[in-house]
Structure formats: C-alpha cells, structure tokens
C-alpha cells in the first residue's frame, strides 16, 4: 500500500484517504476514485488527492475485516458486517462474556494495523450488547499480515457468551431489631431483578434470627427444597470473619467454604460456600444496593454453571475497586451527601415517518457499525440520565430489535402520522418520566450528538436547580437537543399536530441557557445523501 498525494488525473482507483466535499455531494472517505469521480474533480478545479494505492499483496480495510471475522466462531455472539474496515460482535443472548486474553494479545501483536478490542473477562452482558470490535486502522492491510492474524485465533474460542443456566433460587435473610422489615423487603425486590436477567426467580425464602443455629437449619431445609439450587443468605450483620455466623452456618449444616472475603469493593465481605449440590453465597452488605459491587460478578459466573474457586476469587482484585469508590475518599470516613441533584429523564423522539429516505429508515442507518437510534439511545445513557423512554412509531419493530439489551423504555405511539406534538405527549406519559424534574427531548436523527454534549446539557440544567430552559446551540442558532424543567411539562401535554417543543420555550418566560454544541446541534439526517455525507452506511 502506497499512502500520499497522487495528481487527480492519475487518480484512478486511488481510495480516498478524507472525505472530500463537492458541490454536487460528497466523495466519502474509504472511496475508489473512477474515472466519473476524476471528471468532478477536475471540473472543480482540483488538481490532487490524498489517499493510497493497493499493491498486489493488499485487502481493502473491509476484505480484511471481513476475512478475519470470518475466523472467529464464537457461542453466543452474533457479528455484523464489515463496514469501514470494522465488524462488531454483539452478545446473541444473556450470560456471560468470557474472553482469552492471551489470543487477543497474540492477534494485536501481528500487525498495528490490525486491533481487536473486547469487553472485560466475565462481564455480565445482555442481548444486543457489543461485546467486542474488529478494526482495520488504515485503508488497507497487507494480506500476509491478515492471514499471520487469522492464524492466531486459528480453532480457538477466542471469546464467548456463556448463557445464563436457569436454576431455583432460595433467599434466606438474618434478623436483628436494628434492621427493619422495610429493608429485607427492598433487598427481596433488588435480588429478583438482579436475577430476572438470567430467567430465575425466588423460589423460597426464610427469614430467621441471626445465629449460626437457625441459619444452619435455614439452609439445610433450602437444599433439601431444591438441590442443586443456589442459597443466597443476607445476614443482618456483616461477615468480620471465618467464624462469624454465615459460615460456621454453612459448616454446621454438613456444606463447606470456599472463601470469606473478596478483593471486589463494594463486595469485599461475601462469602462462598457449597452445600450438597448447591452453591451458597453469604451476600455482602452493598448486594442490598442495585449498583454493580462483587457480589454481581460472583452470581453471574454461578449462573453460567461456574465453578468458581478461591484462586479464582483471589485473582479478582485488578480491576476490582468498582467506580462509586472516588465517592468514599477514605475508608470508613463519614463524608457529607452530596447535593441531591434534578432527576432528569431523556426523551428520544425515534417515531417519524422518514418520508424523504426513499423507503430506507434513517435511524437503522449504521454509524460505525451501530444503528443511529442505538447510537443516540448509548449516548443518552453514558451521560448519565436517569431514565430514557424511546418513542417509536414508523416501523417500531425494527427500531426496538435495535435497541434491544439496552436500559431504556419503549412508548409506543400509534398516532405518529399526526405529527411530532403526539410523539411528545406520548413520552410525556411515560413511567420513565413520571416523576421526573426535567426533561432532555433528543431527535433520534442527530448522529453528532454524544454522551459529552448531553452531559454539558445537563450540567447546565443541574447548576439551574432544575429550573431552567437548557438548549444546544451552534454560532449563535438555536439547536437540538433542549431540556424543558418540571413547569413546562402541562404545556407540552398540550400541544397539538407537528408541533414540537419551540412553542413552549418561546412563551415560556423562563430562563434559557444557551450550550454551544458546534455544528452537533444542527446535524441531522432527513435524507439518503444526509446520512451519507454524515458518515452513515445506509441499511434497508
């Protein structure tokens, strides 16, 4: 591959190594010039091109990807097609992402231009989450360096989806005076949704005093209930050591311990035992808390049919110090509540009829290798909102098969024809956004809106207190997407036909904070040559 500046009349079949923007449409990046395309140029006065020149030797960046993937024959995960020299992998089910971090190392070693990027060992994945990605660097790759590639991931399972194994579940929970019922029915409620991914439910639960006696019959009654079930036991007190109750529990009702302590924090106090045929965990405290801690990476491995070890366990530590830690700057110091900030719920208007698309759906459109409305819906959720309803309407099946795995409320609306101002009370009406403080409308059409300029957004708002109009901008014009706080939300439920949000910003009398977003907040994709000149693959 020869990489450089080629005069245009010399230019044929030269991929384009910029995209180049003429008057009449755009020549795309990755693009092999014919000799229409020299003709344009040369009409536009332009006498040279960047790009490179294929040897004999070389793949195009998508052969490549396309060959490679090819070679990776990998349970539970799905890959895409090559485009722009990537293929994704997406999880086909959930379970567990496992991944040989030795053949990925090998793989990366042949070639820079040649990567392949995946999730952690053993995280926890849900259908449609992207698991792993495959990318030609440059436009090119020699094809002695892909097949040197190839030859490392060979017959290997490079990588995986372990499936979840449905199996009975039993809770048992400690009691002591301090701790209020209250509290053993909320941390009931956050193991059935904890376990609701892996198609388990509670089978049985008993509550008994905290003492090794009642615990050690508690789970001697569990595994006659259901053998080969999996016994989660929340004490009302913490594990402080191997004799503490939970596992002199497990020993006293005939199991064994395979480890009191885990190098995860939040997680370091669980315990793991086996009784018979079943598993035990003694959950730390944080499990009593949906946010991810250790006790979430030791139940999912037991529901793939693990059999973790206390090696294994040890082994957990790098990696380990999960994020809500920066919140406790020292160990067991008190430190003050941080301000209790608006509740903010996006709105992602994904419903219109994309009538100027020529039959093609504009939001199943893929921007590296993601469909947009997945891309938009990543971005809302990597910045933090706090909840995200997606509105759908034309073509809804294929818009919600897009989001699928993702944490986001469907609504559908089957008034979409009538205009935008339906779609809005829709979402409006969603339980994601019941009971929120404001709200971020997004037009699912705007590839250039990112997780980082809806955080700006809502770093805005929040300095507010929730009480102002938030809007991106670009120059000076007004954009999308904009955040409406609480008193505004009675004026959208009144709105009426193909009417959006402007009509109440301007006769709102509120205060509006205007974000500069750069040309984001102006980008959006009505047309097949829009979603071209934006980077977009077109799919039907």
């Keep these: 591959m020869i990489f450089g500046t080629v005069p245009v009349r010399e230019a044929e079949g030269v991929i384009l190594a910029h995209a180049m923007v ?10 092999r010039l014919l000799m229409a395309d020299i003709d344009r140029l040369v009409g536009e006065g332009i006498t040279d091109v960047i790009g490179v020149r294929l040897s004999a030797d070389d793949l195009t960046e998508d052969e490549a990807a396309g060959r490679l993937a090819s070679g990776f024959s990998a349970v539970g995960v799905e890959q895409g097609p090559a485009s722009t020299g990537r293929v994704n992998f997406h999880a086909s089910t959930n379970g567990v992402f496992q991944v040989e971090a030795a053949h990925v190392n090998a793989f990366n070693r042949v ?26 660097i440059p436009l090119a790759a020699a094809a002695r360096s892909v097949e040197a590639a190839a030859a490392v991931v060979g017959n290997h399972n490079v990588f995986k989806v372990a499936a979840y194994r449905p199996r009975p579940v039993s809770l048992i929970a400690t009691t002591l005076p301090s701790l209020r019922a209250s509290v053993m029915d909320k941390t009931r409620r956050i193991t059935e949704t904890r376990l609701s991914a892996a198609g388990c439910r509670i089978n049985w639960e008993h509550r008994v005093v905290h003492t090794t006696a009642a615990v050690a019959d508690a789970l001697q009654r569990a595994a006659l209930q259901a053998p080969a079930s999996l016994i989660i036991v929340f004490g009302a007190s913490a594990v402080c050591d191997e004799a503490d109750v939970i596992p002199e529990a497990i020993r006293q ?15 370091n106090l669980l315990v793991l035992g086996r009784l018979g045929q079943s598993h035990v965990i003694g959950a730390p405290g944080c499990a009593r808390s949906p946010k991810e801690n250790g006790f979430d ?32 700057p020292q160990p067991r110091m008190a430190t003050p509540e941080p301000p209790a900030r608006p509740r903010l719920a996006a709105l992602i208007l994904a419903a219109g009829k994309a009538s100027r698309m020529s039959g093609q759906h504009k ?46 409320t469907i609504d559908h609306n089957p008034d979409f024809a009538s205009g ?42 929040d300095a507010s207190d929730g009480g102002a109009i938030v809007r991106a901008t670009s120059a000076g014009k007004r954009g999308n997407p904009v955040i409406l706080p609480q008193s505004t939300f ?3 439920l009144a709105l009426k036909g193909d009417i959006g949000a402007r009509a109440v910003i301007e006769t709102s009398e509120l205060e509006i ?22 980077g977009g693959v077109l799919r039907d």
């Design 22 to 31: 003429l008057p009449d449409g755009k020549l795309p990046k990755g693009h």
């Design 420 to 461: 935008m101002a339906s779609s809005l009370i829709t979402g409006m009406q969603s339980s994601a956004v019941a009971d929120a403080q404001g709200v971020a409308v997004i037009l699912a059409d705007m590839p250039g809106i990112d997780a980082d300029g809806l955080r700006r957004l809502r770093t805005a708002f």
């Design 253 to 267: 009702a005939g199991g064994t311990v395979e480890r009191v302590g885990l190098p995860v924090d939040p997680g």
């Design 111 to 136: 070639d820079p231009a040649i990567t392949l990027a995946t999730l952690r060992d053993r995280q926890a994945v849900r259908t449609g989450d992207l698991v792993a990605t495959l990318k030609i």
């Design 490 to 492: 009675e004026s959208l």
């Design 363 to 408: 939001l199943l459109a893929e921007f590296e290798g993601v469909p947009l409305i997945r891309r938009v819906a990543l971005s809302a959720i990597e910045a933090g909102m706090d909840a995200v309803s997606v509105v759908t309407g034309h073509r809804a099946d294929e818009i919600e098969r897009a989001l699928q795995g993702l944490p986001v």
């Design 513 to 534: 904070i205007d974000v500069d977003l750069g040309p984001a907040a102006h980008l959006d994709v009505d047309t097949p040559d829009a979603v071209l000149a934006a």
């Design 297 to 328: 990476w030791i139940l999912a491995r037991l529901l793939t049919g693990e059999e973790p070890t206390s090696d294994d366990l040890a082994g957990l530590g790098v990696g380990g110090l999960l994020m809500e830690i920066p919140t406790r």
